[in-house]
Each structure stands twice: as C-alpha cells, then as structure tokens.
C-alpha cells in the first residue's frame, strides 16, 4: 500500500468509529493490506488520538485464544492500544454509544512496575516486570461491518479495540497460577463462557512475554505503569443493551460490567 492508501483507510476506521457507519473489509479493497500496512495504519490512528488529547495507558494482545480464533477465522496474535478514555470502573454503567458491534471477552490484565526496556525481553523479565494482576473485561468492537475480518483488517482497526473493565483486587503473581485459574463470565447469572489461564497461549504470562519482544522490536517498549489485557481465555459473547455481565477468575476475584440501555452502533 502507498502512504496516501494507508492515510486513505486510517481516514475510513477514524469516521467509522466516529459515526457508526461502519465499512466493508479493507481487505477486500487494498490488495497490498498485509500485516506491516495494517500496523500503520493503526499507528496513524493512535497517533490522532494522542493529537486530540488522549493519552495512551497500555496494550490489549488479541486472538491469543484458540476459540476466539477459530470465532474469527484467524491464526496469530496481534496488538492493539489501550487509551484513557477507553477505561471504565467494576460495575460502572458503559453507554452503548460509545461501542461498536460490541462482544465481550474475559481477561487477564498486568499492571507493570518496571519498563520493559531490554532488548528480547525473556520469561524472567516479564515475571520480575509484573506488578500485580487483575480479572478484566474486555469489550470488542469492530469498525468493519458484520464482523467480516481477516488480521490485517483487525490490526488496522486497533485490533478491534473498544473499551476495558478493570476488577480491584490486586493479586501479586505468586498468590495464583494463572495456567490452571478458571474463569466463569455469566449474564444475568446465566453462564455464556467458561474457560481458563491455558486457553491464552498456554498461560496469560506468554501472552504478555510475546507482547513485550514485539513492541521492543518496534522501538515502543513496554514501561512501568502500563496496563496489559493478556487476551480472552473463553469465547466472545455478544454485547445486548442492558445486559450485565458477572465474571469471576480463580484466584484473581470478581468484576462487573453494567451497559445502560439505549441507542448503540450496530450492538449485536
């Protein structure tokens, strides 16, 4: 892709995620959209946000889970930006407006002490980097309609970022195992996806590991502070005005998601 065809399509996502109409797959319409192309575009995106004052407070990894995967027709982890504005409260109301063709996953989130600075960042690293872990919601949103995605449109879309939930109970790394934790997300008390640590690329710790070489071979290491989403550990569940969703993590705690009801883009 040219610098004017990324530019082009950045444009696209940018007044997508603006207005709600959403468009077809930039796959389907740039031949040359590969992996690389996507990230810039993603990058030029991130880089508006920055410009319109947000603030960038960490990274969500995606497609780290097999189910989620095969949900989404894709094969490898990708990353996506996590801003301020993108962070709500355990239990605090999530207006459907501000999401997009909203599903929603449950997660691991690190909350880093140290930056992440060395060149290939090790398993030991990562551990020694861990401040604290939490249970997270995340919820996806697309800007591609219906869902129809391949990798390189979701990496272009800030890997189908939407917005987070994190719980309060901070739990130091060697007070879990997070391999074997379980998880139970419920809606209305009814389940709708169960799962556990070893769904995200073994263990959530992996997740964050591959996160951490990747973006220190962008120059864009990982610091002190940031905040990390490892990946779902069980399917997608789509998103219904009002739902509330209850998720519970062996070991890490609770946390709740509350969406009011009203006008949504597109909510599944």
């Not at 993603?42 to 889970?65: D, F, H, Y």
């Not at 239990?91 to 880093?112: D, T």
């Not at 290939?120 to 869902?147: F, K, M, Q, T």
Request: charged letters at 20%.
């Amino acid at each position: 892709m040219t610098p004017e065809d990324i530019r082009a399509a950045a444009d696209e996502l940018y007044e997508a995620s603006r207005t709600g109409r959403f468009i077809a797959p930039l796959r389907e319409r740039h031949a040359g959209l590969d992996a690389r192309s996507a990230y810039a575009i993603q990058q030029l995106n991130t880089e508006r946000r920055m410009a319109a004052g947000r603030r960038v407070v960490g990274c969500k990894i995606g497609l780290t889970s097999a189910a989620v995967q095969a949900q989404l027709g894709v094969d490898r982890p990708d990353f996506g930006r996590l801003f301020d504005d993108m962070a709500y409260g355990d239990a605090e109301p999530i207006p459907l407006a501000v999401l997009h063709q909203p599903k929603i996953e449950a997660e691991v989130a690190f909350v880093l002490g140290r930056d992440l600075g060395m060149r290939h960042p090790c398993h030991a690293d990562a551990l020694n980097a861990i401040d604290y872990v939490l249970p997270a919601l995340e919820i996806v949103g697309s800007r591609i309609a219906g869902w129809d995605i391949g990798y390189a449109d979701t990496v272009a879309d800030n890997a189908s970022s939407g917005v987070f939930v994190l719980g309060t109970t901070p739990r130091k790394l060697s007070q879990v195992d997070l391999r074997l934790c379980g998880m139970a997300l419920t809606r209305f008390g009814e389940p709708v996806s169960v799962g556990a640590g070893a769904a995200c690329l073994g263990n959530p710790v992996n997740a964050l590991v591959w996160l951490a070489r990747t973006m220190a071979s962008l120059g864009q290491p990982l610091r002190a502070g940031d905040v990390v989403l490892s990946g779902a550990l069980g399917p997608m569940v789509a998103v219904r005005p009002g739902d509330v969703f209850d998720l519970r993590i062996n070991g890490l705690g609770r946390v709740q998601a509350f969406f009011e009801r009203g006008d949504a883009k597109d909510a599944a």
